[in-house]
């Protein structure tokens, strides 16, 4: 019977390396891919700003301060898309923040926004997952109890999909996306007509949050809810870092869709808010803003009003995908340059950044965990990392204009990343980046300020620690490229004496396939056996001189009933003798044609290539004995005479 492969099931048929090119995506569905998360915020950022606001009381005139606030918080947005439209066009190669910072700033402020960056990242799954949870909730309060659960549930299946590749992933959510758009706009679009034509009524039915106490409408209570709000801005830079995955003409592709996806946000989000005002709107614990304004614009008991909810909880289990589209191909920015492992380069067989996305699952899923998928606790964390790398990428690009403004007319400089070439509108280009810089700095204090103790201490303490981790793996790998080089220094390359060693544990086929290979090899060689058990070494000897009959068979005696060591002191004393030589040691390995079936063995060559791998001029080299079934039934080619798990000359040492 032919075996079902469940990887090729869940996640596709491998694709070739030369396939790349054709993964890339169109500006439809790079909106699906990385806008989904900016487009998402307009969910949840008006009942963010509410809930701040409440904490004055629930008058209409208290809330009604969103709509200001929203105002403001559209021309930051607006300020920032065309900061980082220009980003795009420097840098085709994509990076955002990360390539801008390195290429102006320096290794110091890359590494900070790309410790930022990593870590919004994995927020915007946990808080976008938890918002999509909450609005299904919302229709389905007996799921309530439930809801870490989901969110764990949606973030595992998210993950196979993405494991799957960009452009499938992107046209599969690409409908979720379309269909929130669709329905948010009729919405608006209804509710607008009814609140000009005095229709719209104020919502009933609500549980407001009940707080313990109440606030005084101070200055800081007004920036908590400007800085609440300013999630709307999160997702902004996600194009910027993705422009590799458009199609070309890339720069031009992704900074359409920027604009597309900036001025879809800004009017969902001055939409929501407004109307959440006129109907009285009041922030819940157990019912969102989106679904109170459904309430009121299509009834209680409308087929539309479940609509909304539906494409709402869509668009925010969807807005994760563009974490997973991102996350992915920074690390492996970072991994190129050396700050994080180099796994995160390598691309799997659908050619995504495996690593990176399975990284990502795991981290999400533990704060979802941490969190209990409530998304007001995570909202704290999330801003500061995103306004950091906000501050951080448009600082770098006052700089870069900088530099072009010192370059005559016509002049051309080109560097690894980019391109500097004079530009005549260079000033009009650095006050909007300037601003952008200034205007999301201020807001990124405002956060860490005003939330500092409601959570973002732990974002304020987790980025330092992160750039900490990443240049300790950057001088690692430094290190390790001083020690190979080979740069102004003669290798020896002298032929050298190989003594070989074959470790035995019991006498039977595969210890004839590595005498086989041994002898094949033609060095001098010898048995070595670890007399652990005294009585079983004198078997093993005789079992060795009556099967084998050819070779040295040395027993090693291990009174204190040591493994690794003794073989190690034995190395070391033919080490003294023959001063120089390699040391080639050989065990046996038994595979199996299933993981469970490989789980019940002890597999020892990765603790002995661990034990012996430190040492000088040794050579670890592993046989590997295939088990195998035929017709149904196991091929027996090991031959014991009483049932064993040490099949394998070095099982048992494990």
């Known amino acids: 019977m032919e075996r079902v492969n469940l990887g090729r099931i869940l996640i596709g048929k491998p694709l070739e390396t030369k396939e790349l090119p054709h993964q890339a995506i169109s500006k439809p569905i790079g909106l699906a891919v990385f806008a989904s998360d900016a487009l998402s915020s307009s969910a949840y950022a008006t009942q963010e700003m509410l809930i701040i606001l409440a904490m004055a009381g629930g008058s209409a005139a208290v809330?009604?301060?969103s709509i200001p606030l929203a105002i403001a918080i559209a021309l930051l947005l607006a300020i920032v898309t065309i900061s980082y439209r220009q980003t795009i066009h420097a840098y085709p190669n994509g990076g955002g923040a990360y390539i801008v910072a390195r290429d102006n700033l320096g290794e110091l402020p890359a590494q900070i926004a790309g410790a930022a960056l990593l870590t919004d990242y994995i927020l915007t799954v946990a808080v976008s997952v938890s918002a999509g949870v909450e609005q299904i909730t919302s229709g389905?309060?007996?799921?309530?109890?439930?809801r870490v659960e989901i969110c764990v549930g949606v973030i595992i299946l998210m993950t196979l999909v993405n494991l799957r590749g960009v452009k499938e992933s992107g046209r599969i959510f690409a409908v979720p996306t379309y269909f929130f758009l669709t329905v948010m706009f009729l919405t608006l679009g209804i509710g607008f007509v009814r609140y000009f034509t005095g229709s719209l009524n104020a919502v009933e039915g609500v549980e407001p949050i009940h707080y313990q106490a109440l606030e005084g409408l101070t200055l800081f209570l007004i920036l908590r809810a400007f800085s609440s709000g300013c999630a709307a801005l999160t997702g902004i830079e996600a194009i910027s870092n993705g422009i590799t995955a458009f199609k070309e003409?890339?720069?031009?592709?992704?900074?359409?869709t920027l604009v597309w996806m900036s001025s879809i946000l800004i009017t969902l989000f001055l939409g929501i808010t407004f109307l959440a005002h006129q109907i009285q709107a009041q922030p819940s614990e157990v019912e969102t803003i989106i679904s109170q304004l459904g309430r009121s614009v299509f009834?209680?008991?409308?087929?539309?009003?479940?609509?909304?909810?539906?494409?709402t909880a869509l668009i925010l289990l969807m807005a994760a995908n563009t974490s997973y589209a991102d996350f992915p191909r920074l690390a492996a920015l970072h991994a190129g340059d050396g700050f994080l492992p180099r796994q995160l380069t390598y691309r799997g067989s659908r050619l995504v950044f495996s690593w990176g996305i399975m990284i990502l699952a795991i981290a999400s899923i533990a704060l979802v965990i941490v969190s209990g998928a409530v998304t007001t606790n995570l909202i704290p964390l999330y801003a500061v990392g995103v306004f950091l790398g906000f501050t951080i990428s448009q600082t770098g690009m006052v700089v870069r204009l900088r530099k072009i403004s010192k370059l005559k007319p016509g002049q051309r400089i080109e560097s690894l990343e980019t391109v500097l070439e004079y530009d005549?509108?260079?000033?009009l280009k650095m006050l909007v980046s300037g601003l952008g810089a200034f205007c999301t700095c201020v807001v990124m204090l405002i956060f860490a300020v005003t939330k500092f103790t409601s959570g973002a201490w732990f974002v304020v303490l987790l980025i330092p620690s992160l750039v900490f981790v990443f240049f300790r793996i950057h001088y690692h790998y430094k290190d390790v490229a001083h020690y190979l080089s080979l740069r102004g220094a003669r290798p020896e390359l002298d032929k050298r004496l190989v003594r070989t060693l074959i470790l035995v544990d019991d006498v039977h086929a595969e210890t004839a396939r590595m005498v086989n290979f041994a002898k094949s090899l033609d060095h001098p060689w010898q048995a070595v056996h670890i007399g652990v058990h005294p009585e079983k070494a004198e078997v093993v000897h005789?079992?060795?001189?009556?099967?084998?009959?050819?070779g040295e068979f040395v027993i090693i005696p291990s009174p204190y009933r040591l493994l690794a060591e003794p073989i190690k002191e034995y190395i070391e004393h033919i080490q003294r003798e023959e001063e120089g030589c390699f040391v080639h040691v050989i065990m046996g390995?038994?595979?199996?044609?299933?993981?469970?079936?490989?789980?019940?063995?002890?597999?020892?060559?990765?603790i002995f290539n661990l034990a012996l791998g430190r040492m000088e001029r040794v050579v670890v080299t592993s046989v590997p004995y295939q088990i195998r079934r035929k017709h149904g039934s196991e091929e027996r080619a090991l031959e014991v005479e009483e049932p064993t798990d040490a099949f394998a000359p070095a099982e048992e040492l494990a």
């Open 424 to 427: 005549p509108g260079w000033r």
């Open 589 to 606: 390995h038994l595979v199996m044609d299933t993981f469970w079936e490989q789980a019940l063995h002890q597999n020892s060559a990765f």
């Open 249 to 256: 003409p890339r720069s031009k592709n992704a900074a359409v």
């Open 299 to 311: 009834g209680n008991s409308s087929v539309l009003w479940y609509l909304v909810l539906a494409g």
């Open 140 to 146: 389905f309060q007996g799921l309530l109890p439930y």
């Open 63 to 65: 809330l009604g301060i």
């Open 542 to 550: 005789n079992k060795w001189r009556e099967r084998i009959g050819e």
